[in-house]
Structures are given as structure tokens and as C-alpha cells.
């Protein structure tokens, strides 16, 4: 038997990290003692007390059956009073909120409700790859907007062509950004806007991280700018602020017609997120912040730790202000995959190829700090006897 697949499955790009996995599988067979910062799923435990609510609800037959298709009322509130308690922002928790089975599954399907085939939408690079996996689903053109170190990995909006912003749908954007550690300011957010007014596009605010920050930085949401809700929606995840990837619940927020449009979408496709799970995640926003400060406080003690480790081999790489990466510079004479490799092979350290996530990402490797402090140390004297073969 041979089946043929669909265009849309034969246009995804080839999996650019197989060559790292496989290696790293390789070695580890071999009994290397691996180090893996490749990986972005936080290893720090869910707070007990959320747990404790699963428990609870998890008891409760009223949520044993099918949820709502938009959340729990009670859970779009907790979203609500949330977002006015961090960022001033006002929410309808009727007509602006939806739960969502995890960011990633409200971002993949959004482009199904608003782009056609043929149309464009306004990616960064590099960039989450669900951006573009979820255009080219829908049967749209992604655009790429290089997100360049000069311009602070922002994208450049007045260097896309006037007939592609006119053509565009949606625009994604990402910060505190994966991979590359970048922020933005209510500055650049205010210039978004008028772009995306000025072409009627939506804004696809993707604001994973803005919890996790360091230094007493506190990332700000895209719809604290004036009148960025008549064209904006925002994507929110409880899995890095509360160590929740494997929960599965997130949700957008935003314009109350992208909301609904979004909504259709799903109650079309999925049933909604577990209850217990919903009343979990409403103990999560309503909780003290306690927990939150302390991730916080771990992941930026591990930063510090491996900045210094990199510095000091002479490898070029910002002190990230927010999310759980590091964006560090190749040395010359490598590529993103050859230095990824050569960590991998020389010092049994796992990180991620920057070319992985678009070819923008060329010349960088990303470093994710989800391995206790022990482990970063210890990945810090292997890097340090690697001195001599990195600075020359
Ligand atoms: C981790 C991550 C998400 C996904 O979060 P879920 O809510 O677990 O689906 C979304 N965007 C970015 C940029 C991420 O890194």
C-alpha cells in the first residue's frame, strides 16, 4: 500500500533538528552524561496548590463532561481580572476571552478563520514554527520579517513591500521573543499598531513569556497601546509562568470578532479544555505570585551562571531580560549547526541550531536553561576546557 500525502503536509519544511536528535541519541547510548539545553519545557514542577485543585475538580462529576467551547465562565473571569491586575488592560470576560488546548493550538488555528489560499501573512524570522505551519495549513503565504540583532530583533515594518502589507491578513510577532530572548516597548507595540491599522491587518500578539523576566523588568501586553484592541489579538499560555506544558490550557484575548471567529473555528474542530483542569489554571491566576517570583529567581541565577560560562570562552551573547533562553553568537569559522554540533560532540552539551528556526537564525544557537543549577555548572567547566578550540 502507498498513500500519498497532502500538499499542505509535503510543504512543511524538513525537521532541522533530526540531525541533533540523532546524535544526541547516539551518545547517549554510548553513556555520554548529556547536558540538554535543547529543549523548552520547563524542568521545575507545577506549584503544589494547582495540583491540589486538579485533585479536587478532578472529583467533581459536573466536570466530567464536555466544557464549553469557550472556557468556563469563571475561568474567563480569572482571565480577565487578571489581565487588569497586570497590566491594566480591560477585558470582557464574555466577548474577549476564549480557553484555548494550549496557546499553540488557538495560534495553528487561527489563520483557518481569516486566510484564504493565496493570501499573506507577516512572519517572523526566526521565529516559533507555529506561525508558519499554521499559515501554510490554512493555505496562506508566510511573508518573512527578519528579526535582525541591529534592529533588536524587532522586525522592520517599513521595509515590507507596500503590496504585501496591503495583501497581508495577519501579522505574528512574539515577545519576550523565543528564540532569540528579545523584548519590545510600548514604543515599537504603538508603531505595530498604526501599521496594522493603517492596512487592516490583525495583530497575532504570541505573549508566552511575559512572566518570565528578570532584573525587575516587567514586559508589557500589546493591548496596553491606545486602540490596539480594535485590531489585535493576544495569545496566552499558563505553561512557562506557571510549569504547565503538560497541562495543556492557554487563551487569547482581544477583539471581541477575532475572538468569535477563532471560537467558530474550534467549537468546530475541538470541545474545549477538561474543567478540572480550567478550575486548576483559575487557582493558578487568582494565586499569590510567590511562586512566579521564585521560577524567576531560579532562572535567573542559571542565566548569570551560563552567561559567565559563555563570556568567559569568548562566544557573544546578551543578558536575556525575559523567557528562559539564551541567543548566543557562533564564533567564526562555524555555522549554526556546526557549533551546535561541536558542543554536542566535544562537551556532551545539547543546544538548539538558531538556522532551525529560519534562516534568519543563521549564526546563532539557542540555550535554554531548563536544567537545574547543578547542570549548568557542570556545563560551564566542560565549555571552560573547550577554551582553546572555540577562541582561535
Ligand atoms: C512554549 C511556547 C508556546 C506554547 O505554549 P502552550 O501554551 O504550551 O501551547 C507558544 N509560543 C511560544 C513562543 C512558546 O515558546
Redesign the pocket.
Known sequence: MSFSFSQRLKQIPPYLFAEIDRLKNEMIRRGVDVIDLGV?DPDLPTPPRIVERLKEAAEDPENHRYPSYNGLFSFRRAVSDWYKRRFGVDLDPEREVIALI????G?AHLPLAFVDPGDVVLVPNPA?PVYHIGTIFAGGRPYYMPLLEENGFLPNLEKIPEDIARRAKLIFV?YPN?PTAAIADLDFFERLKRFAKKYNIIVCH?A?YTELSYDGYRPPSFLEVKGSKEIAIEFH?L??TYNM?GWRI?FAVGNADVIKALKEVKSNIDSGVFQAVQWAAIAALEGSEDAVEKNRRIFQERRDILIDGLRNIGLRVQRAKATFYLWARVPSGYSSASFSRFLLERAGIVTTPGSGFGDAGEGYIRIALTVPKGRIIEAVKRLANLKISVSQ
Open positions: 523548552g494550549g496557546s499553540k493550538e495560534i516559533y512574539n523565543n504570541d508566552a499560555s505553561s512557562k506544558t492557554g
